[in-house]
Structures are given as C-alpha cells and as structure tokens.
T-cell receptor
C-alpha cells in the first residue's frame, strides 16, 4: 500500500512568517501534485512536479520534488492570511489511461493577521 | 455550466435507504473518479473510470455501486449504508494520461443516520 506522510498536520503562524510543509513516502511516484482545499469546495491543483530534484515556484510558494521522487516539500515565504487553507500532497501512479492519486493527510494552515 | 458539478450537495439518509450521488463534468475529460473525504483520514480513492470502463476499485464495500454511462457522467449508488460512511464524497475528472491535473467537484456531504 502506498502511503504519504504529511507534516505538520496543523500549523498556525503569524502573517509574514515563513513555513515549510513536508510530504514523505517510501514509494516512488510518477509525479507528485500539491492541492489546496477551501471549506465547502473541492481541492484545486497548485502544482505538479515530475522530475526528481525539480523545483517550481508559484509567487511566494516554492515546491521541491526529492531526487528519488519519493518526497516533496512546500515552502511559503512571508505567509499571508489568504494562504489559509488545507494543503494536500498527492502521489500519482498510472492505471490504464488514468491516474491513481494517493493523498497525504493534509496540512491545515492558519495564517493570523 | 463549467467544470465538475455534483448533486446533491447535502444528503441525509437512513441505513435502509437507497440514494444516488451524481457527478457531471463539462471539460471533455475521459477519466472520472470518486474519492471519499472523512474528518480524520486522508482522501481515499474509491473508483476510477477511464473511457467509461472501471479500471480501479479500491476495495470498496459493495454497498457503494458506481455507474459511468458515458464520459461526462458518473454516479455513486448507495444502499444499506452505515453511519461510518458519513463523509464528503468528491468526484473528479482528468484528461487522461499520467500527469494531468484532477479537477474536483465541490462534493456531496453525506450523513447516514
């Protein structure tokens, strides 16, 4: 069974601080995706990382994929209250023309003004 | 309408009832998914359909019965459910292939009494 361990599960920090969320697995994935979910909505994709060692930036968010394609991290610089939400990492594997995504438990992030 | 639409948004049912959840995608995708989101568990993959063929059944109890009549519609038929089945049921679609984004609906919040 493929499992993704996400940490921390809860994080509450002040506006302007930096933070890092980790996503670790013993399994190799074809890609790793990060989603953000707001209350009452479904998850929305932030980024997909495919290549081991890959780094992608999305404004103040920096995503890294581990060299062995088993782990990833999300770093947020100068967090804003609008960054509050549930952040989910998901490892992808192939299943007959579709994707099988295995999700971590999620990190519930609260940014206090 | 655009994106992925799920109905109903909220459903309360008794353990002996039979109900169905509906998902419709307007994105021209050819893969569709059912996920279950419980309060203290990661998002759990239930079923994957690719080109209307079920390609993954993730050890889901038979009281959940999926149906995919065409590439735009996906149903989850529910019967003889248990209170522990209460959760948010999320439908998603993707273009197919192995690195594409999943587009999620807003979910159907199910409560089993």
């Amino acid at each position: 069974t493929q499992l993704l361990e996400q940490s921390p599960q809860f994080l509450s920090i002040q506006e302007g601080e930096n933070l890092t969320v980790y996503c670790n697995s013993s399994s190799v994935f074809s890609s790793l995706q990060w989603y953000r979910q707001e209350p009452g909505e479904g998850p929305v994709l932030l980024v997909t990382v495919v290549t081991g060692g890959e780094v992608k930036k999305l404004k103040r968010l920096t995503f890294q994929f581990g060299d062995a394609r088993k782990d990833s991290s999300l770093h947020i610089t100068a967090a804003q209250p609008g960054d509050t939400g549930l952040y989910l990492c998901a490892g992808a594997s192939r299943v007959q023309g579709a994707q099988k995504l295995v999700f971590g438990q999620g990190t519930r992030l609260t940014i206090n003004p | 309408e655009t994106g992925v639409t799920q109905t109903p948004r909220h459903l309360v049912m008794g353990m002996t009832n039979k109900k169905s959840l509906k998902c419709e995608q307007h994105l021209g995708h050819n893969a569709m998914y059912w996920y279950k989101q419980s309060a203290k568990k990661p998002l759990e993959l239930m079923f994957v359909y690719s080109l209307e063929e079920r390609v993954e059944n993730n050890s889901v109890p038979s009281r959940f019965s999926p149906e995919c009549p065409n590439s735009s519609h996906l149903f989850l038929h529910l019967h003889t459910l248990q209170p522990e089945d209460s959760a948010l049921y999320l439908c998603a679609s993707s273009q197919g292939g192995y690195t594409g984004e999943l587009f999620f609906g807003e979910g159907s919040r199910l409560t089993v009494l």
